[in-house]
């Protein structure tokens, strides 16, 4: 077993896990943070998706041993402490970018992510940008809107797919 600390949504998070222990299952099972999803077993469709030291991370691809000392951030720690969603969250839910939920906190954390590395990014950069991130409900076109409202951007100009 292996000691490991870590900052989770801005509180101190301890544990013991064995050497093989994913970021994803210590935030699920440990924290009992599960809004992080578990998906594909195979780091292919970002359900899993956690912020680590503010990048994007497949928590699934991630031992938790590794996240020693990191600060981590799930989807349950982007809301204000008053349940306030965050802009990428309203985003989302005004724009209807979601169906099942599944895929929703992944996709919440990626864009995120996309936006703080390109504050205006264009339709097609999100897109690209999503490429690790499946849906198999929506298309992506509401995802898309939302992202580009959270920015700040247009959405009009979206063309339906």
Partial sequence: MTDVS?????????????????????????????????????????????????KAVKACTMLAAEADGAEVTTIEGM??????????????????GLQCGFCTPGMVMSAAALLEENPSPS??????????????CTGYHNIVKAIMAASGQDVTAIAAE
Wanted: proline letters at 1%; glycine letters at 12%; a negative charge.
């Fill in 6 to 54: 870590m900052t989770v949504n801005g509180k101190a998070a301890t544990g013991s896990v064995e050497g093989r222990t994913l970021l994803v299952q210590f935030l699920r099972e440990d924290l009992g943070l599960t809004g992080t999803h578990v998906g594909c077993d195979t780091s292919q469709c970002g359900a899993c998706v956690v912020h680590v030291n503010g």
């Fill in 123 to 136: 339709e097609q950069e999100i897109r690209e940008y999503l490429e690790g991130n499946i849906c198999r």
């Fill in 79 to 96: 809301a204000a402490p008053d349940g306030t969603l965050n802009t990428v969250q309203q985003a989302f839910q005004d724009h209807h």
